[in-house]
C-alpha cells in the first residue's frame, strides 16, 4: 500500500518556482521519520536531492542548495519542496521518501550512503519539467 502522495509537478519556464508536495496522511510514523526528496532525470540515477532527519535537520546537495526549501507541516503531515530559480537540468520525476529506521547519521543527501536510497516507504512521483 502505498503511503506517500506527491502532487504540484508540471510544467514551466526556466527561472519559474514550483511547490512539491507530499501527502504522507496515511503514513505513520511521519514526526520521527528521515524524510526525503529524490529527483531522476531521464536516462539518469535517481538522485536524493534534499532530506530532513528526525530532529528536523535539512541537508540539500549543491545543486539545489540556496533554491530549493524542504519543510513539513506537522500537522497536516505533509512535506513540501519549495523550488525556485529553476533550470532545465532540475528537469525529472520527483519521488518522496520515508523510513522510520534509518538514523540521523544515515538521512542526509550530503555523502550519502546506500541507505537513503533503501528507504522504507515511496510515493510514484511527480514530473517536473522545466523548458529554456
Known amino acids: 500500500q502505498v503511503q506517500l502522495s506527491e502532487s504540484g509537478g508540471g510544467s514551466v519556464q526556466a527561472g519559474g518556482s514550483l511547490r512539491l508536495s507530499c501527502d504522507a496522511s496515511?503514513?505513520?510514523?511521519?514526526?520521527?521519520?528521515?524524510m526525503a526528496w529524490f529527483r531522476q532525470a531521464p536516462g539518469k540515477q535517481r538522485e536524493g536531492i534534499a532530506a530532513?532527519?528526525?530532529?528536523?535537520?535539512?541537508s540539500y546537495i549543491n545543486s539545489v542548495k540556496g533554491r530549493f526549501t524542504l519543510s513539513k507541516d506537522n500537522a497536516k503531515k505533509i512535506l513540501y519542496l519549495q523550488m525556485t530559480d529553476l533550470k532545465p537540468e532540475d528537469t525529472g520525476t520527483y519521488y518522496c521518501?520515508?523510513?522510520?529506521?534509518?538514523?540521523?547519521?544515515?538521512?542526509?543527501?550530503?555523502?550519502?550512503?546506500?541507505?537513503?536510497?533503501?528507504?522504507?516507504?515511496w510515493g510514484k512521483g511527480t514530473l517536473v519539467t522545466i523548458a529554456s
Open positions: 530532513s532527519d528526525s530532529d528536523d535537520k535539512k
Open positions: 496515511k503514513y505513520g510514523y511521519f514526526d520521527n521519520s528521515c
Open positions: 521518501a520515508a523510513d522510520p529506521y534509518l538514523g540521523n547519521a544515515g538521512c542526509t543527501v550530503v555523502h550519502s550512503t546506500i541507505s537513503l536510497y533503501n528507504l522504507e516507504s
